[in-house]
């Protein structure tokens, strides 16, 4: 392994690294820093997040500096205002001991009159979000000819924003002559079209894999029915008493209600979100960073770019629809040579995709039972334990206290002492797990039926799934519930979780979602009679995919409630198959947390 004297880095830029405890650079450091001192002008860096990305690039452009030309000499992107602080704040931490040098961040979310003036004072490098940096070359108050270097910092993650435009205009901006390193976890098409377009002849460097996983994380999931998913969720949370992680959901609203439920079930949560103002997100975010939250709930595009150290675990709240998201999503742990867990909380369905994420991570999938209650309470007992050999103790403010507190409890054994301070600690947790319920886990060969009983077939469909139409959509909607007919079905890519979504996103409250019957052209579902008409009202009219959709009420028997017409069949549509597996309660967290919480009790806080 080379030394960072050996890599060329000037002294004065490794005595603030080593100040800051960087002994040997990482293999990303090791591979990109020679290239770029070494006049290479354009390079592409496949890394995870968490490598040593910033480093790598930041000390070559710190070192290539002229302080004595007070202009923007380096330019560099990042996704996120979040990413562009962390690089700006690194990048200064670096340059502690090279005089006259100024990095100024520039972002959205923030007075741009500050960030004006910092610029007519004069900077050399800029780190900034594509949004803002062209509001202010609008401004006419950047000026980007004597930029020599550029960085596209997690550019696959800008493209995936829709920033490709806005880098377009800024890279019409900067010089022909300049030298660029892009940097990405991913290769997508968009990257290779930007280094076609902007880079001439640029050096390869691939740490790992292409889109391969970082060899630090795990990768776990666990099968469960769609209505038991946040119960599966806690008892996941409860079994790890020290995690530290984020919690990622596909949509703003099942974002905002995972969190509500956690935080009123006494965990330390938070949700992050699209629809949080700069203010909220900061907070939250600050929060996290201080660990005074255990739990972060995030949407993908809300958790793009944040740099949070020593995560524990990422859980999937469900897997994303594109294989590249579950590579961001699990490259936020495991980072900096530390090891982390991913876990996905899966069903059935999903098993294909869990299949197709292995084979492009290179890695394989653990799958696990749901920890029992009698598992998570001894987990959670040794944590205790634990923490009570390695508390410090301090005997000098605590010495008076002590001759008193002897006395009151002299009559204990030491035994007694002990049983009494775990009871005191875990009464609530061992009682609610002992009245718990256990999870049930899909079987891959069996599913049940509405009646609890087992179908015959091996895939775990009954004999409906043959596709007579008996079975397609014209079959009664169980007892206080209203069947539907939605215009969309699988050749729009359609699948009971993305159905869900719809209703998740579009209808008010907590929709109870029952039988779901998945067509070709069109699918049928199940919802509570008393919530019937505001489903239809709030779905109708609405696009999904440019597609404009309508719903409206069906009846058993092949007819509907609008003037008698038959239900809608596509052409051609003998071997349709008929979901038989309920996602009865996958909205409603209240109803099915029933099964887990006894009356009148709360469960207890960790921190």
């Known amino acids: 392994m080379k030394t960072f004297e050996e ?19 990482m293999p990303v450091q090791e591979e990109v820093i020679p290239y770029l001192l070494d006049e290479i ?28 030309q007070n202009v923007p000499q380096a330019l560099i992107l990042a996704p996120t205002r979040e990413l562009c602080l962390q690089i700006a704040g690194d990048l200064a931490d670096y340059s502690k001991y090279i005089d006259n040098l100024r990095v100024l961040p520039v972002y959205g979310g923030s007075s741009i009159e500050s960030q004006i003036k910092s610029l007519k004072r004069g900077v050399q490098i800029i780190v900034a979000t594509p949004g803002r940096l062209i509001d202010l070359i609008n401004r006419k108050v950047v000026d980007l000819e004597a930029v020599k270097h550029v960085v596209l910092d997690e550019a696959d993650e800008m493209l995936n924003m829709g920033f490709t435009d806005s880098i377009d205009e800024i890279l019409s901006k900067v010089p022909q002559n300049r030298s660029m390193l892009l940097f990405s976890a991913t290769m997508p ?123 524990t675990h990422v859980i999937n709240y469900g897997l994303p629809d594109d294989i590249e998201s579950y590579t961001h999503r699990s490259g936020r742990t495991g980072r900096a040579g530390k090891t982390g867990t991913s876990i996905a909380i899966a069903h059935v369905k999903e098993k294909g995709k ?24 001894e987990k959670q007992l040794f944590s205790l334990v634990d923490r009570i050999e390695k508390v410090k103790v301090n005997e000098e403010e605590i010495a008076e206290l002590l001759p008193s507190i002897f006395r009151k409890l002299d009559w204990l054994e030491k035994e007694d ?47 409906s799934d043959r ?13 206080g519930y209203s069947r539907l007919f939605i215009n969309i079905g699988r050749t729009d890519n359609v699948n ?52 404009r959709i309508s719903v409206e009420f069906a009846q058993a028997g092949g007819g509907s409630d609008r003037g008698g017409r038959s239900e809608r069949r596509p052409r051609g549509n003998g071997g349709e198959s008929r979901r038989k597996d309920s996602f009865r309660g996958e909205r409603s967290h209240s109803d099915s947390g029933k099964k887990e919480h006894r009356k009148g009790q709360r469960k207890p806080k960790y921190s």
């Open 417 to 463: 002492i002990i049983k009494r301070v775990i009871s005191l600690e875990f009464n609530r947790l061992i009682d609610y797990y002992r009245d718990a319920q256990e999870i049930e886990s899909p079987s891959e060969r069996y599913t049940r039926d509405d009646k609890g009983g087992r179908s015959s077939r091996r895939d775990g469909r009954d004999r």
């Open 189 to 311: 098409k968009e990257i290779a079209k930007i280094t076609r377009k902007y880079m001439d002849s640029p050096k390869e460097i691939t740490i790992g894999r292409k889109n391969e996983g970082s060899h630090n994380v795990k990768h776990v999931y666990y099968m469960v029915h769609a209505k038991d998913k946040y119960l599966a969720l806690k008892r996941i949370a409860d079994y790890y008493p020290n995690i530290y992680g984020i919690i990622f959901c596909r949509t703003r609203r099942e974002t905002q209600e995972i969190a509500d439920k956690l935080i009123q079930d006494g965990y330390n949560a938070d949700s992050l979100h699209g629809d949080l103002s700069q203010a909220q997100r900061d907070y939250v975010m600050q929060k996290f960073r201080i660990r005074s939250l255990q739990l972060l709930v995030a949407t993908d595009v809300a958790a793009r770019g944040l740099d949070v150290d020593s995560l």
């Open 41 to 68: 002008r354009d390079v592409i860096a496949l890394a995870q997040t968490g490598t040593g990305k910033t480093a790598a690039f930041g000390l070559p452009v710190l070192q290539k500096i002229n302080v004595k």
């Open 7 to 25: 890599l060329g880095v000037a002294p004065e830029i490794r005595r603030a690294i080593e100040e800051m405890g960087y002994e040997n650079p």
């Open 354 to 377: 869990i299949r197709e994420i292995e084979k492009i991570i290179n890695k394989k999938f653990e799958q696990k039972a749901i920890p029992t209650g009698d598992s998570i309470c």
């Open 496 to 547: 009971p979780a993305t159905l869900m979504g719809l209703v998740n996103d579009y209808v008010p409250g907590k929709i109870r979602i029952g039988r779901i019957d998945l067509m070709q052209n069109f699918a049928f579902f199940d919802v509570p009679e008393g919530d019937a008409s505001q489903v239809v009202k709030s779905l109708n009219g609405q696009e999904d995919k440019g597609r």
């Open 467 to 479: 596709g007579d139409s008996s079975s397609r959509g014209g079959r009664a909607a169980e007892k």
